[in-house]
């Protein structure tokens, strides 16, 4: 079965700072998809960013970022120039991608995210 | 296009009562899955209907039941309902076409069983 560990239950960042939040996974799959949630405290999940295993080029979107390192199973989000907006609980999840029935996310505990004006 | 929606947004219950969660996918999506999330046991995969068959299932007793309908909507059902019930409930729709993978979530329903 796979695992997802967040190892930073918190962390706090200055707005218009930068912040990485790490994430490793454990696989024995080679062919999988890794995503970066985002949820608020109004509770709705948001999807920030994805990434596809067999890519090698990390996913970026505007102010996130990704470093995927395959080989160490581990996959940290980076945000850039952080705002207020962006205070939330992160989820790190897998998803294998064998077969057509394989829409279970696997989850991390989360990192709480804090944005100091 | 619509997101996904949830009702009832707030629900509280007693022990032994049962209780029935309807999701609603975003258009054209055919597949639904639903989660539990707890502060102690974060979130927990419970299982995945597409084209009305359950798919996918994951580690929760036969008291948590789930259905899929011909529009995709989906409902899940809970027996006999425990202290430990309580929680955030989300569902989560995907496309399900080739090369689709993305899961988009609705505001779940939150339960209180008293």
């Known amino acids: 079965a796979q695992t997802v560990t967040q190892s930073q239950p918190e962390m706090s960042v200055q707005e218009a700072e930068t912040v990485t939040l790490s994430c490793t996974y454990d696989t024995s799959e080679s062919d999988y998809y890794l995503f970066w949630y985002k949820q608020p405290p109004s509770r709705q999940m948001i999807l920030v960013i994805r990434q596809e295993a067999y890519k090698q080029q990390n996913a970026t979107e505007n102010r996130f970022s990704v470093n995927f390192q395959k080989a160490a199973k581990s996959f940290s989000l980076k945000i850039s120039d952080s705002q207020l907006g962006d205070a939330a609980m992160y989820f790190c999840a897998y998803r294998s991608a064998g077969g057509g029935s394989n829409y279970k996310l696997t989850f991390g505990k989360g990192t709480l995210l804090t944005v100091n004006p | 296009k619509a997101g996904v929606t949830q009702t009832p947004r707030y629900l509280i219950k007693t022990r032994g009562q049962q209780v029935t969660l309807s999701c609603s996918p975003i258009?054209?999506?055919?597949?639904v899955s639903w989660y539990q999330q707890t502060p102690g046991q974060g979130l927990q995969f419970l299982f995945e209907y597409f084209s009305e068959t359950q798919r996918n299932k994951g580690n929760f007793p036969g008291r948590f039941s789930g259905r899929q309908f011909s529009n995709s909507r989906s409902e899940m059902n809970v027996s006999t309902l425990e202290l430990g019930d309580s929680a955030l409930y989300l569902c989560a729709s995907s496309l399900a076409g080739a090369g689709s993978y993305e899961q988009y979530f609705g505001p779940g329903t939150r339960l209180t069983v008293t």
């Open positions: 258009s054209g999506h055919r597949s």
